[in-house]
Every structure is written in C-alpha cells, then in structure tokens.
C-alpha cells in the first residue's frame, strides 16, 4: 500500500539559510500534519491542514510556513535557519471526514535536516 | 490540557517474555488514545488505537494494549518479545472534543535482550 512520501531525506543547510520540505500524503488522504523531533526528543506538533486550510496550528515558529496545494501534498518552508532546527521532520496524513471521525494519523519516513 | 506520561525511559525484557510499556494519559474529554514504534533512522509507525469499545485492542507484530479509564493508563503488551522489538516506543494522545494533533509521551526505549 501506498505509504506517505516526504522529500528530501536528508538536507544540509548552513544558519540563516532557507530550506523547503515536502509531503505527499496518502493517496485519497486530505488531511496533512507536520511535527517536530529533535535529538532526543519526542515528536511536537508544528502545523496541520485539511483541504488546503490550516486546521490547527503548533509551535510552528515564524520563521516558519507551510500549505497544503490542491493536490494534497504540503511544504514546509524554512527561512532564517538556526542551528536549533537540526531535527527530523516528519510529515503525517489522515483521511478526513465529517463530523468527529477519528483520524489515524500516518506517519512519513521523515526529513533529516541539519543546520550548520 | 492533555498530556500523555511514560514513566520509564527505557525498559529491558529478556526475548520470550513478556513486556510491558507503560502509559497515562490526562484529557479533559474521553481520549483517543494511540502507540506508535520508531525504529532507528525510520519514521514513526502506528501499532494500534484505543477509540472506544473493548478496552483491549489488538495491534500489529502481536502487540495489544488496554484501556483503563479509572487509572487513565494504556499501557502497551506483547505476551512473548522478540529481539526485532527493540525500537522506541511513543503512546500518544488525541482528545476528540479539541482538535487534531495528537500529543506525544516522551517515548520508551525497549531493549529485548536475546
């Protein structure tokens, strides 16, 4: 079965550089969420979409932004880079539905980004 | 606010035992609760959910997990571990009457010893 795609892998940047991160969902899926990890911790959530709106909003950064294109698939976009951003970025999808359905979220392979 | 506790860090089984990882949680609401397993330099994979109805679910690879709401916990099982179980292990969180995120615990390393 299809699984989400997330790209690049890996991604090197120096400070204050910008980086563009992708998500492609699940196919059928319209729903897409961002998180956080860093070294060592726990996934945080950053940022969500459902039908290209964002639905609900994390401790995304304003160095941050991110959408979600008509095709489903998202991008974070990275600006002013800082050393602290060095994490895996992982992008989930669920398919939504009326109503207060529950949405499995499904996780990508995630983007390992490190800042220099 | 919702939370979700995993109060060991790490937990060591020998293989062909029996191992639990322990959970709680703390919504205001009735919780949808979820286990996810990290694997190293892999991405999260969900193993099973707790919605409503039997408080024992059953997820991939034999784990299964068990709903007590008097204790607010949902701790993971598997009667028998295997050494390819040894991966990080997050118990997570939705409440259904805020939003969609799902709050993560800080994740249970489990090392199944052969």
């Known amino acids: 079965a299809a699984g989400v795609i997330q790209s690049p892998r890996h991604l090197i940047k120096e400070k204050r550089e910008t980086a563009t991160l992708k998500c492609y969902p699940i196919?059928?899926?319209?729903?897409v969420y961002w998180y956080q990890q860093g070294p060592g911790q726990d996934p945080q959530f950053l940022i969500s979409f459902y039908e290209k709106m964002q639905s609900d909003k994390g401790s995304i950064p304003d160095r941050f932004s991110a959408q979600q294109f008509s095709d489903y698939h998202s991008e974070l976009n990275m600006s002013s880079l800082e050393l602290g951003d060095s994490a895996l970025y992982f992008c989930?999808?669920?398919?939504?539905?009326?109503?207060?359905?529950?949405?499995?979220?499904?996780f990508g392979p995630g983007t390992r980004l490190l800042v220099l | 606010a919702q939370s979700v506790a995993q109060p060991e860090d790490q937990v060591n089984v020998a293989e062909g035992n029996p191992l639990t990882v322990k959970c709680t949680y703390s919504v205001s609401g009735n919780p949808y609760l979820f286990w996810y397993v990290q694997y190293p330099n892999r991405g999260l994979q969900f193993l099973l959910k707790?919605?409503?109805?039997?408080?024992l679910v059953k997820g991939s690879y034999g784990f299964e997990a068990e709903f007590n709401k008097s204790q607010t916990s949902f701790h993971l099982k598997k009667p028998s571990a295997l050494v390819s179980d040894s991966a990080l292990y997050f118990c997570?969180?939705?409440?259904?009457?805020?939003?969609?995120?799902?709050?993560f615990g800080k994740g249970t390393r489990l090392h199944i010893l052969p």
């Open positions: 196919p059928r899926h319209d729903t």
């Open positions: 707790y919605i409503t109805g039997d408080n």
């Open positions: 997570a969180v939705r409440d259904p009457s805020r939003d969609d995120k799902i709050i």
């Open positions: 989930a999808s669920s398919l939504g539905t009326s109503g207060r359905a529950v949405k499995t979220q499904y």
